[in-house]
């Protein structure tokens, strides 16, 4: 029996709306005319349907690698309906690609008919294993699992992968913890740029006039630098993948130049750096872990130098991350265009910027000011209307 969901008018004519699914694929259509005329035209229909999902049944044959080829093959296919313009950004499908290749390494399955819940959840378990032990929160957590239980539905849906029940952990996400993202003031950059060690130093430098990620900070190759302009190149190494931006990471498609004033380019330079411009005082570079660690233990010398040395002062409560909003957030009170600002920070749209790196009052003056030099535009076209004559 063909089922109904609503009805609908059409020039003079009764119709409805029928709806099928298939392997959880929902399809729906219009057809018009009286029962009998729906009722066969539906059956020819779902018959159509069907046929058309036979290539979509489970193949316990197929292997993980194939699947997720398939998986990225359709990510790169997929086109708005409106615009046909691609629906997901280069970006997101390496993030995919990424967390798809992580759980190869972890969980190391070979064909899909044996993957089953327990090696989606150990995964999780893994992932939030080595969060907790490189010191981070679980932000990379929840993105991996987003994108690897989005990956599993879409084979579920399209027959690649065996039905699994994901709900435990759609509901149980891991709680991230609450970054100190602050816009920092002329008196703390100050403070930080007077006790900070050295190292420290230049990473404050080079965050704040660069705006820098912290792992672009401490992957920074001192060859990128020319000391004579104080431009310098955020990109990876071409000929040693493990220098420079990391080679797994999504930021090697940031590649941007940035500016360094002449005191942060001599400060680098007084460091004598040999291939990284930051490292550790044995010379080695630093990573995900250590650098977190080396800021804390940096910023807890400079509140402590700040107790002794300084009248009445309040303690400083930040992460590398707070120079990039400080940047953000004083390049727009300096005037800059919110459009320059979103491409020096590398930012694919101005939303993104708004949303995490530019303080909320300083948005609302810059829209402040653009309605303003907007009104001055239109005060001339004002001043031409037809004047109002009054009776």
Same mark, same amino acid.
């Given at each position: 029996?063909?089922?109904?969901?609503?009805?609908?008018?059409?020039?003079?004519?009764?119709?409805? %709306?029928? %709806?099928?699914?298939?392997?959880?694929?929902?399809?729906?259509?219009?057809?018009?005319?009286?029962?009998?005329?729906?009722?066969?035209?539906?059956?020819?229909?779902?018959?159509?349907?069907?046929?058309?999902?036979?290539?979509?049944?489970?193949?316990?044959?197929?292997?993980?690698?194939?699947?997720?080829?398939?998986?990225?093959?359709?990510?790169?296919?997929?086109?708005?309906? *409106?615009?046909?313009?691609?629906?997901?950004?280069?970006?997101?499908?390496?993030?995919?690609?990424?967390?798809?290749?992580?759980?190869?390494?972890?969980?190391?399955?070979?064909?899909?008919?044996?993957?089953?819940?327990?090696?989606?959840?150990?995964?999780? %378990?893994?992932?939030?294993?080595?969060?907790?032990?490189?010191?981070?929160?679980?932000?990379?957590?929840?993105?991996?699992?987003?994108?690897?239980?989005?990956?599993?539905?879409?084979?579920?849906?399209?027959?690649?992968?065996?039905?699994? &029940?994901?709900?435990?952990?759609?509901?149980?996400?891991?709680?991230?913890?609450?970054?100190?993202?602050?816009?920092?003031?002329?008196?703390?950059?100050?403070?930080?740029?007077?006790?900070?060690?050295?190292?420290?130093?230049?990473?404050?430098?080079?965050?704040?006039?660069?705006?820098?990620?912290?792992?672009?900070?401490?992957?920074?190759?001192?060859?990128?630098?020319?000391?004579?302009?104080?431009?310098?190149?955020?990109?990876?190494?071409?000929?040693?993948?493990?220098?420079?931006?990391?080679?797994?990471?999504?930021?090697?498609?940031?590649?941007?130049?940035?500016?360094?004033?002449?005191?942060?380019?001599?400060?680098?330079?007084?460091?004598?750096?040999?291939?990284?411009?930051?490292?550790?005082?044995?010379?080695?570079?630093?990573? &995900?872990?250590?650098?977190?660690?080396?800021?804390? *233990?940096?910023?807890?010398?400079?509140? &402590?130098?700040?107790?002794?040395?300084?009248?009445?002062?309040?303690?400083?409560?930040?992460?590398?991350?707070?120079?990039?909003?400080?940047?953000?957030?004083?390049?727009?009170?300096?005037?800059?265009?919110?459009?320059?600002?979103?491409?020096?920070?590398?930012?694919?749209?101005?939303?993104?910027?708004?949303?995490?790196?530019?303080?909320?009052?300083?948005? %609302?003056?810059?829209?402040?000011?653009?309605?303003?030099?907007?009104?001055?535009?239109? *005060?001339?076209?004002?001043?031409?209307?037809?004047?109002?004559?009054?009776?």
């Amino acid at each position: 029996m063909a089922k109904t969901i609503s009805s609908f008018k059409k020039e003079g004519r009764n119709g409805k %709306r029928y %709806r099928k699914q298939i392997n959880n694929r929902v399809y729906e259509k219009y057809f018009c005319g009286n029962k009998e005329q729906r009722e066969y035209a539906y059956k020819l229909w779902v018959a159509e349907l069907e046929k058309e999902n036979k290539s979509r049944q489970y193949d316990g044959s197929k292997t993980w690698a194939y699947f997720v080829s398939a998986f990225i093959k359709y990510m790169r296919s997929e086109k708005d309906a *409106k615009t046909g313009k691609p629906v997901w950004r280069e970006r997101t499908i390496k993030e995919y690609q990424y967390a798809l290749d992580h759980f190869k390494t972890i969980i190391k399955p070979h064909y899909i008919k044996d993957l089953a819940f327990e090696d989606v959840a150990a995964f999780r %378990r893994a992932k939030v294993a080595e969060a907790q032990k490189a010191g981070d929160d679980n932000y990379g957590v929840n993105k991996d699992m987003g994108c690897i239980l989005r990956a599993l539905d879409w084979g579920m849906t399209e027959g690649f992968v065996p039905f699994i &029940d994901l709900t435990p952990l759609r509901n149980t996400p891991k709680r991230t913890s609450a970054p100190v993202v602050k816009v920092l003031t002329p008196w703390e950059l100050s403070m930080l740029l007077k006790y900070s060690s050295p190292v420290m130093q230049v990473a404050v430098r080079m965050g704040l006039e660069g705006n820098l990620r912290p792992e672009e900070m401490y992957n920074f190759l001192v060859s990128k630098v020319d000391a004579k302009t104080g431009i310098a190149w955020v990109s990876h190494n071409d000929e040693n993948k493990s220098a420079g931006i990391r080679a797994w990471t999504v930021k090697r498609d940031k590649e941007r130049p940035v500016f360094f004033t002449p005191q942060t380019v001599k400060a680098i330079f007084a460091l004598r750096p040999k291939t990284y411009i930051i490292t550790n005082s044995k010379g080695k570079p630093f990573d &995900d872990s250590t650098f977190s660690k080396e800021w804390a *233990k940096n910023l807890k010398d400079v509140n &402590d130098q700040i107790i002794r040395h300084e009248d009445n002062s309040p303690k400083i409560v930040c992460t590398a991350k707070s120079l990039r909003k400080t940047h953000t957030t004083y390049m727009m009170r300096a005037g800059a265009k919110e459009e320059d600002v979103s491409l020096y920070v590398s930012h694919a749209d101005t939303k993104t910027t708004e949303r995490h790196y530019i303080e909320k009052e300083t948005l %609302r003056q810059t829209e402040r000011q653009k309605r303003l030099a907007h009104l001055e535009r239109m *005060k001339e076209f004002v001043l031409k209307l037809p004047e109002m004559v009054q009776k």
